[in-house]
T-cell receptor, first 118, second 114 residues
Framework: DQQVKQNSPSLSVQEGRISILNCDYT??????FLWYKKYPAEGPTFLIS?????DKNEDGRFTVFLNKSAKHLSLHIVPSQPGDSAVYFC?????????????????FGQGTILTVHP | NAGVTQTPKFQVLKTGQSMTLQCAQD?????MSWYRQDPGMGLRLIHY???????DQGEVPNGYNVSRSTTEDFPLRLLSAAPSQTSVYFC?????????????FGDGTRLSIL
């Protein structure tokens, strides 16, 4: 049972345009959501997060939007740059319900390969 | 600052062999975890630890063993390697502070079981 899903395996955009990566989840006990970026032969690195009490969090070119009612979040990258080309993982964690199956454990989506063309 | 260090980076094993993947962190983090990454599956949690002497199973624990005798080290043992364990393994750590503390990942161990 995939609790966090990234239904688009890949995304290709032109440099300077917006990249939108999507993520859906099923477990209502998740209360934090994160995006990680991964380059080949390296470990994932933390990019941006959002708490379930918010619907938007912005950090420079990166903005994460959360729609709790739809159990959907998205990562917007504006403007996209060739250096943004990587695999992006959506992840979720529950930190407020000790004893729940999601408590303290990070659950990842399958990842989306983003390619930004010059 | 080394962060999370994994060794070895690459390993080839024969079916039935055992080995230990090493993970060390120098950030004094309480939480440590092991994940495996397979095509189309994202990262799946194998085992995790919330402090020295405390470990628990993740999503895919079968065939793996862990122990946490020190805060710094969290080795992952394959007891009898199987081809299904061919994967890229990532170790991660994070602090146990209040709220969300993002995980720091090592660069991975690429393991092939023949």
């Amino acid at each position: 049972d995939q609790q966090v899903k990234q239904n688009s395996p890949s995304l290709s955009v032109q440099e300077g345009r917006i990249s939108i990566l999507n993520c859906d989840y099923t477990n209502s006990m998740f209360d934090y959501f994160l995006w990680y970026k991964k380059y080949p032969a390296e470990g994932p690195t933390f990019l941006i997060s959002i708490s379930s009490i918010k619907d938007k969090n912005e950090d420079g070119r990166f903005t994460v939007f959360l729609n709790k009612s739809a159990k959907h979040l998205s990562l917007h990258i504006v403007p996209s740059q060739p250096g943004d080309s990587a695999v992006y993982f959506c992840a979720a964690i529950g930190l407020s319900n000790a004893g729940g199956t999601s408590y303290g454990k990070l659950t990842f989506g399958q990842g989306t390969i983003l390619t930004v063309h010059p | 600052n080394a962060g999370v260090t994994q060794t070895p980076k690459f390993q080839v094993l024969k079916t039935g062999q055992s080995m230990t993947l090493q993970c060390a962190q120098d950030m004094n983090h309480e939480y440590m975890s092991w994940y495996r990454q397979d095509p189309g599956m994202g990262l799946r949690l194998i085992h995790y630890s919330v402090g020295a002497g405390i470990t628990d199973q993740g999503e895919v624990p079968n065939g793996y063993n862990v122990s946490r005798s020190t805060t710094e080290d969290f080795p992952l043992r394959l007891l009898s390697a199987a081809p299904s364990q061919t994967s890229v393994y990532f170790c991660a750590s994070r602090s146990g502070g209040a709220g969300l503390q993002p995980q720091h990942f090592g660069d991975g161990t690429r393991l092939s079981i023949l």
